[in-house]
């Protein structure tokens, strides 16, 4: 019955019809485009896709969906909005009224990740209206979110990573706020930097090990790329003695600050 289903609907015509379904005497299912019996109810169907309402925007990068999943938006983060006791990051705000004026009256669809949940049993997604808008896409574009790229979930990098590329060009958004400006690492003190960060500098040292490849940029700062992602920076002894950019969060390990690079889309090389 369900092949006869699909069938139906690839018949011209049939796209836009109404589907009902009904049992027989047996309990076999039939179809048809009316209700052939009292007892028949109309299908929902779906062709291609299921498309969703959004019910709460959280923030610029993470929405709640009708059906009460909560979805974060793969491959770009954008600023955070005030919660609790933390106030908001410089920009947050405007992507969160992006983003609910750009979902009001449409649904969306989820491609999900290789990963389908982060640790937070968020679903991990790229969100598309049903006017095939690429949502994560237009926030880079909008300069309102940042690429920010979790192997092994690689899909739409190079969109991603265009549309960054112009609108830092441009200084749109993020790209021209004085709180995103990039920081020379001999600048940095014990405390870091909170939030999201731009750090620039040349790196002095490669050292590896077993799990990691470590960039130093001085006794204080240095950038690690896990081992097992190695492959997607095959050029990555050329960065010794080279200036560059790096893009993440900083931690502290063992006293000294620490930035974990997933992706070369997070270093910028600087001439």
Same mark, same amino acid.
């Given at each position: 019955?369900?092949?006869?289903?699909? @069938?139906?609907?690839?018949?011209?015509?049939?796209?836009?019809? #109404?589907?009902?379904?009904? %049992?027989? *005497?047996?309990?076999?299912?039939?179809? /048809?485009?009316?209700?052939?019996?009292?007892?028949?109810?109309?299908? $929902?169907?779906?062709?291609?896709? $299921?498309?969703?309402?959004? +019910? =709460?925007?959280? !923030?610029?990068?993470?929405?709640?969906?009708? !059906?009460?999943?909560?979805? %974060?938006? @793969?491959?770009?983060?954008?600023?955070?909005?005030?919660?609790?006791? +933390?106030? *908001?990051?410089?920009?947050?705000?405007?992507?969160?009224?992006? @983003?609910?004026?750009?979902?009001?009256?449409?649904?969306?669809?989820? #491609?999900?990740?290789?990963?389908?949940?982060?640790?937070?049993?968020? =679903?991990?997604?790229?969100?598309?209206?049903e006017k095939k808008e690429h949502i994560n896409l237009q926030l880079v574009a909008a300069g309102l979110a940042a690429v920010s790229i979790y192997p092994p979930d690689l899909h739409y990098v190079n969109e991603l990573v265009k549309a960054q590329n112009q609108a830092e060009q441009a200084k749109l958004g993020i790209w021209g706020r004085p709180e995103y400006a990039v920081i020379p690492v001999a600048s940095l003190t014990e405390a870091g930097h909170q939030g999201w960060t731009r750090l620039v500098g040349k790196?002095?040292?490669? %050292? =590896?090990? %077993?799990?990691?490849?470590?960039?130093?940029?001085?006794?204080?700062? #240095? *950038?690690?790329?896990?081992?097992?992602? @190695?492959?997607?920076?095959?050029?990555?002894?050329?960065?010794?003695?080279?200036?560059?950019?790096?893009?993440?969060?900083?931690?502290?390990?063992?006293?000294?600050?620490?930035?974990?690079?997933?992706?070369? /889309? *997070?270093? +910028?090389?600087?001439?």
């Amino acid at each position: 019955m369900r092949i006869l289903l699909v @069938l139906l609907l690839c018949l011209p015509g049939w796209a836009n019809a #109404e589907i009902y379904e009904w %049992r027989d *005497a047996n309990g076999s299912k039939h179809f /048809s485009d009316r209700p052939v019996v009292d007892d028949a109810k109309k299908v $929902d169907i779906k062709p291609g896709y $299921d498309f969703y309402r959004v +019910k =709460t925007v959280y !923030d610029g990068d993470t929405v709640v969906l009708e !059906d009460g999943r909560k979805i %974060r938006f @793969l491959g770009i983060n954008t600023p955070e909005v005030q919660h609790r006791d +933390k106030q *908001a990051d410089a920009g947050g705000d405007e992507a969160k009224r992006w @983003l609910i004026e750009k979902l009001k009256n449409t649904k969306v669809r989820l #491609e999900v990740g290789t990963e389908k949940t982060d640790k937070y049993g968020r =679903t991990l997604a790229h969100l598309f209206t049903e006017k095939k808008e690429h949502i994560n896409l237009q926030l880079v574009a909008a300069g309102l979110a940042a690429v920010s790229i979790y192997p092994p979930d690689l899909h739409y990098v190079n969109e991603l990573v265009k549309a960054q590329n112009q609108a830092e060009q441009a200084k749109l958004g993020i790209w021209g706020r004085p709180e995103y400006a990039v920081i020379p690492v001999a600048s940095l003190t014990e405390a870091g930097h909170q939030g999201w960060t731009r750090l620039v500098g040349k790196v002095v040292n490669i %050292r =590896t090990t %077993r799990k990691s490849i470590y960039l130093e940029f001085s006794d204080a700062f #240095e *950038a690690r790329i896990e081992s097992k992602w @190695l492959d997607l920076f095959p050029n990555v002894n050329d960065y010794l003695g080279k200036t560059i950019e790096v893009r993440g969060w900083l931690n502290k390990s063992k006293g000294d600050l620490l930035m974990l690079i997933r992706h070369p /889309s *997070a270093i +910028k090389e600087k001439s």
